[in-house]
């Protein structure tokens, strides 16, 4: 027989010990952020691959670009970065930048225009998902020797037209602008990949911070660049810890463990509201939540019947009930903060005028089947949506599906009826209008399963014709005009009832100042942050 | 282990997720679709496919995460550690509370301390450990402020210790760093406890049940009559017989507990086996799906090889 005693005493002790070691603590240290966040979406830390959100979080604040947005002052649009100037050739299709002279990256090469070269090339060739936001100007690997050009501290980049500048400036500020230490990575490159293996889970940047180390589900830390151009950052550490549940990350944000979490539920937000010490922000996001009506169904194509639809939704109720706090009405394509995005929300429930055009339409015992992928707020929206229907007589049929079985037959032009999210793509108000209200060729055989317009078998009406005017359009404020009026016809005649934009609600120790989450258009950045 | 394997290899590839479309997004051009569709082998015949994967595990590869790119060998490694600390700390307050209130529950049958370690027992089985942990971890944690909140160490001490095993508790005793391990111990004791809770309610039920059916022997009758003391009657005779039977019940339960315990690890932002195997499932990420699989039933494999040498060296028949 085994002696149990001693084994006994040392569990005992060991319990003991560890109930009375009490390291609460009761703040993080004044020169480190620890921020609570959901980061499983990270698949790589590559600039020309990485297109999710945790993932563009780390990367504006690691690689410079050569044009960005000012954290403190988003509305002011896209700014000078590493490009310190830049000119328009006549012709309106080459945009020369003049490189910032004397800044380095984090291993201490300078940055150059060579650099800067190579990381819009290398996106080129790899053509890793997100390179469409610069294929689209007709860059192909073939020919971006001639016009991805680097010349003494000057970068010239030549579109195949012409283009708005903020348009392509826009772009340039997504994740994939990011500017890679050439020589750095190519140190690194394994079989021709152009450092894209060893980029996935290293940096090389110019930011404010650099990655020390990333865990997948896990953590990411940061540790900040004391030679960035804007001046050394004030967090000398950045931890971003996963952390899944929503009330762990409130329980750890209350002891005071962590400074900010940003995956609270609704429930835990008004938990937290008015406790000493923790503040709650609101920041609006790029996510639409929309219903589109497919126009190859004989009824929904009716004009009437679009215009009834629209008013046969609670915008309303939703928000101020399942929604509170995650999504805030918004009936235009472009997302509030765009360049160009516009307030206007005609529509609320209205069901006696529903009524009224449906009869004038001569429609009478519809019933329609909606498509919504398995994600609890769309099948609630549905729910509601299917309510509403029912007053004014129409029958709503929910078909709930995986993301690929609901897609694949919205991309076929099956459904009758799509309920689900849409987020731009880049900064640029193009990213929207490009699917919502373009679609050239409407016939089945063009087969352009990526625009909405297409999906739904909508011909636009002339807004694709607008839209496209909109993209070569030099002047800025022109352009944002022609977007607010793109956006009002397709109010009135478009087959979609875009609903809410969503809105993310973060709980902040309220001695941390200065934590721009980046709004819609861009991501979080850490270097203005002070405590 | 090849049908475990190639159950879940043939589910991973029936499932209704496509995980090219996990990698490279909605928005890819057809061009990106297809170049991911190639470098993943998902062109070939499945059987190719299968028989390339087996190939690769046998050779100690298990390819690259399909969604991070990283080697899920490495992956493993990183999260196994966690859930192995965590698991064997909760068998052993398991074993040491659970066998002796079994004992003493068999013993002083009727008494208040049967119906305690009855109500413990079926608390402990009923319960959902979902809401235990989050009350505990408001209790104690939040409330009390006595243990460390979620996470295995404080953000002060990660990353201090030299990794050695992946076991902070072990790696801090074994740098001599005993401020991580107070840190790592205070942080790993709540779910350690939990999960010892589950494995205790387990295990005293079966102690017990085993305990009555020897304590109504003839042996232990006759071991009385010889005026040995009811402490060695108990303690030496009748648990001595159950000791297979006790093996064989302890070994399941921390076999259950090492596959890792999802919802605890969840709860307590422990990054172990559990959870990495569940969110490699939600985005098909099936390289690291199977992986874990085979971890699992690794696990398993040497835990019964375990529990036979344990048999034969307990139980002089089987020698």
Request: hydrophobic share 45%; aromatic share 10%; with cysteine.
């Given at each position: 027989m085994?002696?149990?005693?001693?084994?006994?005493?040392?569990?005992?002790?060991?319990?003991?010990?560890?109930?009375?070691?009490?390291?609460?603590?009761?703040?993080?240290?004044?020169?480190?952020?620890?921020?609570?966040?959901?980061?499983?979406?990270?698949?790589?830390?590559?600039?020309?691959?990485?297109?999710?959100?945790?993932?563009?979080?780390?990367?504006?604040?690691?690689y410079?670009?050569?044009?960005?947005?000012?954290?403190?002052?988003?509305?002011?649009?896209?700014?000078?970065?590493?490009?310190?100037?830049?000119?328009?050739?006549?012709?309106?299709?080459?945009?020369?930048?003049?490189?910032?002279?004397?800044?380095?990256?984090?291993?201490?090469?300078?940055?150059?225009?060579?650099?800067?070269?190579?990381?819009l090339?290398?996106?080129?060739?790899?053509?890793?998902?997100?390179?469409?936001?610069?294929?689209?100007?007709?860059?192909?690997?073939?020919?971006?020797?001639?016009?991805i050009?680097?010349?003494?501290?000057?970068?010239?980049?030549?579109?195949?037209?012409?283009?708005?500048t903020?348009?392509?400036?826009?772009?340039?500020?997504?994740?994939?602008?990011?500017?890679?230490?050439?020589?750095?990575?190519?140190?690194?490159?394994?079989?021709?990949?152009?450092?894209?293996?060893?980029?996935?889970?290293?940096?090389?940047?110019?930011?404010?911070?650099?990655?020390?180390?990333?865990?997948?589900?896990?953590?990411?830390?940061?540790?900040?660049?004391?030679?960035?151009?804007?001046?050394?950052?004030?967090?000398?550490?950045?931890?971003?810890?996963?952390?899944?549940?929503?009330?762990?990350?409130?329980?750890?944000?209350?002891?005071?463990?962590?400074?900010?979490?940003?995956?609270?539920?609704?429930?835990?937000?008004?938990?937290?509201?008015?406790?000493?010490?923790?503040?709650?922000?609101?920041?609006?996001?790029?996510?639409?939540?929309?219903?589109?009506?497919?126009?190859?169904?004989?009824?929904?194509?009716?004009?009437?019947?679009?215009?009834?639809?629209?008013?046969?939704?609670?915008?309303?109720?939703?928000?101020?009930?399942?929604?509170?706090?995650?999504?805030?009405?918004?009936?235009?394509?472009?997302?509030?903060?765009?360049?160009?995005?516009?307030?206007?929300?005609?529509?609320?429930?209205?069901?006696?005028?529903a009524?009224?055009?449906?009869?004038?339409?001569?429609?009478?015992?519809?019933?329609?089947?909606?498509?919504?992928?398995?994600?609890?707020?769309?099948?609630?929206?549905?729910?509601?949506f299917?309510?509403?229907?029912?007053?004014?007589?129409?029958?709503?049929?929910?078909t709930?599906?995986?993301?690929?079985?609901?897609?694949?037959?919205?991309?076929?032009?099956?459904?009758?009826?799509?309920l689900?999210?849409?987020?731009?793509?880049?900064?640029?108000?193009?990213?929207?209008?490009?699917?919502?209200?373009?679609?050239?060729?409407?016939?089945?055989?063009?087969?352009?399963?990526?625009?909405?317009?297409?999906?739904?078998?909508?011909?636009?009406?002339?807004?694709?014709?607008?839209?496209?005017a909109?993209?070569v359009?030099?002047?800025?404020?022109?352009?944002?005009?022609?977007?607010?009026?793109?956006?009002?016809?397709?109010?009135?005649?478009?087959?979609?009832a875009?609903?809410f934009?969503?809105?993310?609600?973060?709980?902040?120790?309220?001695?941390?100042?200065?934590?721009?989450?980046?709004?819609?258009?861009?991501?979080?950045?850490?270097?203005?942050?002070?405590? | 282990?090849?049908?475990?394997?190639?159950?879940?290899?043939?589910?991973?590839?029936?499932?209704?997720?496509?995980?090219?479309?996990?990698?490279?997004?909605?928005?890819?051009?057809?061009?990106?679709?297809?170049?991911?569709?190639?470098?993943?082998?998902?062109?070939?015949?499945?059987?190719?496919?299968?028989?390339?994967?087996?190939?690769?595990?046998?050779?100690?590869?298990?390819?690259?995460?399909?969604?991070?790119?990283?080697?899920?060998?490495?992956?493993?490694?990183?999260?196994?550690p966690?859930?192995?600390?965590?698991?064997?700390?909760?068998?052993?307050?398991?074993?040491?509370?659970?066998?002796?209130?079994?004992?003493?529950?068999?013993?002083?049958?009727?008494?208040?301390?049967?119906?305690?370690?009855?109500?413990?027992?079926?608390?402990?089985?009923?319960?959902?450990?979902?809401?235990?942990?989050?009350?505990?971890?408001?209790?104690?944690?939040?409330?009390?402020?006595?243990?460390?909140?979620?996470?295995?160490?404080?953000?002060?001490?990660?990353?201090?210790?030299?990794?050695?095993?992946?076991?902070?508790?072990?790696?801090?005793?074994?740098?001599?760093?005993?401020?991580?391990?107070?840190?790592?111990?205070?942080?790993?004791?709540?779910?350690a406890?939990?999960?010892?809770?589950?494995?205790?309610?387990?295990?005293?039920?079966?102690?017990?049940?085993f305990?009555?059916?020897?304590?109504?022997?003839?042996?232990i009758?006759?071991?009385?009559?010889?005026?040995?003391?009811?402490?060695?009657?108990?303690?030496?005779?009748?648990?001595?017989?159950?000791?297979?039977?006790?093996?064989?019940?302890?070994a399941?339960?921390?076999?259950?507990?090492?596959?890792?315990?999802?919802?605890?690890?969840?709860?307590?932002?422990?990054?172990?086996?559990?959870?990495?195997?569940?969110?490699?499932?939600?985005?098909?990420?099936m390289?690291?799906?199977?992986?874990?699989?085979?971890?699992?039933?690794?696990?398993?494999?040497?835990?019964?090889?375990?529990?036979?040498?344990?048999?034969?060296?307990?139980?002089?028949?089987?020698?």
């Amino acid at each position: 027989m085994i002696n149990l005693k001693p084994i006994l005493a040392g569990a005992v002790l060991a319990l003991a010990t560890g109930m009375t070691a009490l390291p609460a603590v009761a703040e993080t240290p004044a020169n480190m952020l620890v921020i609570a966040n959901r980061i499983d979406d990270i698949t790589t830390l590559d600039p020309a691959q990485s297109f999710e959100f945790a993932g563009s979080d780390v990367s504006r604040n690691v690689y410079g670009k050569l044009v960005n947005f000012d954290p403190l002052d988003l509305t002011a649009g896209y700014q000078p970065d590493l490009a310190e100037s830049w000119t328009v050739s006549e012709d309106g299709r080459t945009i020369t930048f003049t490189m910032r002279e004397g800044v380095t990256f984090h291993s201490g090469n300078p940055v150059t225009a060579a650099d800067a070269e190579y990381s819009l090339r290398r996106v080129i060739i790899l053509n890793k998902t997100p390179a469409f936001i610069l294929t689209q100007f007709g860059f192909t690997p073939e020919n971006v020797s001639k016009t991805i050009v680097a010349d003494g501290n000057t970068l010239s980049i030549t579109t195949d037209k012409r283009y708005a500048t903020s348009f392509v400036l826009n772009c340039l500020t997504a994740t994939i602008g990011g500017i890679v230490d050439m020589k750095t990575v190519m140190e690194h490159e394994v079989d021709g990949d152009m450092g894209n293996t060893w980029l996935a889970t290293n940096t090389a940047g110019s930011g404010a911070y650099s990655v020390q180390s990333w865990k997948p589900n896990e953590s990411v830390t940061l540790v900040s660049n004391p030679d960035f151009y804007l001046g050394a950052p004030a967090m000398e550490r950045v931890i971003v810890r996963h952390i899944q549940e929503s009330a762990t990350q409130r329980l750890l944000l209350e002891q005071g463990d962590i400074d900010v979490a940003r995956n609270l539920n609704p429930e835990d937000i008004s938990g937290i509201t008015g406790v000493d010490g923790v503040d709650v922000d609101s920041e609006l996001r790029g996510r639409l939540m929309y219903i589109s009506l497919n126009q190859a169904h004989p009824v929904l194509s009716k004009p009437e019947v679009r215009e009834a639809i629209k008013y046969l939704i609670d915008y309303e109720g939703m928000q101020d009930s399942f929604l509170r706090g995650q999504y805030t009405i918004h009936q235009n394509f472009l997302p509030a903060t765009y360049l160009g995005a516009i307030d206007d929300a005609p529509y609320s429930l209205n069901v006696d005028r529903a009524k009224e055009l449906l009869a004038a339409a001569g429609v009478e015992g519809l019933e329609i089947e909606v498509g919504v992928r398995e994600a609890q707020e769309r099948i609630e929206i549905a729910q509601s949506f299917q309510n509403t229907m029912a007053l004014a007589g129409i029958k709503v049929n929910i078909t709930v599906g995986t993301a690929k079985q609901i897609l694949g037959r919205y991309r076929a032009r099956e459904l009758d009826v799509y309920l689900g999210a849409w987020g731009p793509d880049y900064p640029d108000p193009h990213t929207n209008a490009g699917t919502f209200a373009y679609n050239p060729d409407n016939s089945s055989e063009a087969g352009a399963t990526g625009l909405l317009a297409w999906r739904n078998a909508w011909d636009t009406g002339g807004l694709t014709e607008m839209t496209a005017a909109a993209v070569v359009e030099g002047d800025r404020d022109v352009r944002a005009q022609m977007y607010g009026d793109i956006q009002r016809k397709f109010l009135e005649i478009s087959p979609f009832a875009v609903m809410f934009q969503k809105i993310e609600q973060t709980g902040r120790r309220n001695n941390v100042q200065n934590l721009g989450l980046g709004g819609a258009i861009t991501a979080v950045s850490y270097w203005p942050v002070t405590k | 282990m090849l049908g475990l394997l190639f159950i879940t290899f043939i589910i991973g590839r029936v499932m209704p997720v496509d995980p090219v479309l996990s990698i490279v997004g909605e928005s890819a051009s057809k061009e990106t679709y297809d170049a991911a569709y190639k470098a993943i082998g998902l062109d070939k015949p499945l059987i190719v496919q299968f028989a390339t994967y087996i190939w690769d595990v046998i050779t100690g590869d298990f390819g690259v995460s399909l969604l991070n790119a990283r080697p899920v060998a490495d992956d493993i490694k990183r999260v196994f550690p966690a859930t192995l600390e965590l698991a064997t700390l909760g068998t052993l307050i398991g074993v040491f509370v659970g066998v002796p209130l079994g004992v003493i529950a068999a013993v002083k049958r009727g008494s208040w301390i049967d119906q305690i370690a009855r109500v413990l027992a079926l608390v402990g089985y009923s319960m959902p450990i979902f809401w235990l942990g989050l009350v505990s971890l408001l209790v104690f944690y939040g409330i009390l402020g006595w243990v460390g909140g979620p996470g295995r160490v404080g953000i002060f001490y990660v990353d201090i210790v030299p990794e050695v095993t992946g076991m902070i508790l072990v790696d801090s005793i074994l740098d001599r760093n005993w401020e991580v391990f107070r840190d790592a111990l205070s942080h790993i004791i709540l779910p350690a406890l939990l999960l010892g809770y589950y494995s205790l309610a387990y295990i005293s039920r079966m102690t017990r049940s085993f305990m009555l059916e020897q304590l109504s022997s003839e042996y232990i009758t006759t071991a009385r009559v010889k005026g040995l003391s009811e402490r060695a009657v108990i303690w030496r005779h009748a648990l001595g017989n159950i000791k297979v039977q006790l093996i064989t019940v302890i070994a399941l339960s921390y076999a259950g507990l090492l596959e890792g315990s999802v919802l605890t690890e969840i709860i307590f932002a422990w990054p172990g086996i559990g959870s990495y195997i569940t969110t490699a499932l939600l985005s098909a990420d099936m390289n690291a799906v199977m992986g874990g699989t085979v971890v699992v039933g690794l696990v398993f494999v040497c835990l019964n090889i375990f529990s036979d040498l344990l048999y034969k060296y307990f139980d002089p028949r089987a020698k």
